[in-house]
Nanobody
Framework: VQLQASGGGLVQAGNSLTLSCAAS????????MAWFRQAPGKARDFVAA???????YYGDSVKGRFTTSSDNAKNTVYLQMNNLKPNDTAVYYC???????????????????WGQGTLVTVSS
């Protein structure tokens, strides 16, 4: 599975941004896709995920502000980020796995496939 993330950029606090992640290759129906982010000097944190192309899950810091959606025909997931805050500034990574179990959905080590990061910078 190959992942191509896009959509990062510079935005002011309070504004919105949408990230995209397109998957190609062996994209089985059981594919789960997720977003993680990593700020400078910090660990990679779970942001959101769509488990096996269905239900979405969110990290506590983004609940109510970020929303995932998908176009299954295009094997693409989107991360709509609203009311962005300066501490949302990070490199955002798209990840995927075809055998993920629900209990591991927030664990970066559970994902076998990663895209290149896309930088999101939120200015105050």
């Amino acid at each position: 599975v190959q992942l191509q993330a896009s959509g990062g950029g510079l935005v002011q606090a309070g504004n919105s941004l949408t990230l995209s992640c397109a998957a190609s290759g062996r994209t089985f129906g059981s594919l789960s896709m997720a977003w993680f982010r990593q700020a400078p000097g910090k660990a990679r944190d779970f942001v959101a995920a769509r488990f096996r192309r269905s239900k979405s899950y969110y990290g506590d810091s983004v609940k109510g502000r970020f929303t995932t959606s998908s176009d299954n025909a295009k094997n693409t997931v989107y991360l709509q980020m609203n009311n962005l805050k300066p501490n949302d500034t990070a490199v955002y990574y798209c990840a995927a796995d075809t055998t993920l179990i629900l209990s591991n959905i927030r664990s970066a080590s559970a994902y076998d496939y990663w895209g290149q990061g896309t930088l999101v910078t939120v200015s105050s």
